[in-house]
């Protein structure tokens, strides 16, 4: 073999290496990084080694059919408990939802993920009207009620309790957990993140969280 065959080969291996070496590199650095339970908690995230099965839900959707629970099948959901009359965190959360699926959207890591409203206000939240509400913060979110009782199971199986508060001059509001639940594409109750919510954050931890399930589940 001459001595400039030896040089190329040489050189040749060199490049191979250093690619195989830089392309390792980016493809870790374009990986979701995996949290431990102390850092997701710093983000406000709280998940079970074992996600919990939950009874199914008993609800009314907003076209006004029955809900079935296969629709958390094959999706990860975002559920939070509130009421269109809600003067203060419904909106608010609801407004911080928004920006963090289209966050997930501008980042093509909104697939397979929903978000849900379930009113706690069965009385004044019509299925129609809870139609309107989430579509006036985005089109894609759902809205889901029910009679009270099954609300209040619904809301139990998630950590989740609400009651009916009195104001001054009559009328009432309605007191509930600010907590989103988050449901895995197994149907599972998989934890819950507690505000304040910030959408940058709330991507972050749940890219974490999905990235995990992913290994654990091979999904």
Known sequence: MSEKLKIRLTVFALIFFMASVVGGFVHRMTQPNIFSKEKMETYGGYFFDKPRIFRDPVLIDQDGKSFDKKF???????????????????PTTLGVLDKFYRELQDKHEASGVQVVLVSVDP??????????????????????????????????????????????????????????????????YHGFFKPPFDPLNLRLAFNSVRAQYDRDFGE
């Not at 958390?72 to 419904?90: A, E, N």
């Not at 894609?140 to 139990?156: E, P, W």
């Open 72 to 90: 958390f099948l094959g999706k990860w959901t975002f559920v939070f408990f509130g009421f269109t009359s809600c003067p203060d965190i419904c």
């Open 123 to 188: 009385e004044r939240d019509t299925p129609q009207k809870l139609k309107e509400y989430t579509a006036y913060f985005n089109p894609a979110f759902y809205g889901l009620t029910g009679d009270h009782m099954d609300l209040v199971r619904f809301a139990a199986d998630l950590n989740t309790g609400f009651t009916k508060a009195p104001i001054d001059g009559g009328g009432y509001l309605m007191e509930h957990t600010g907590n989103i639940a988050i449901i895995n594409p197994r149907g599972h």
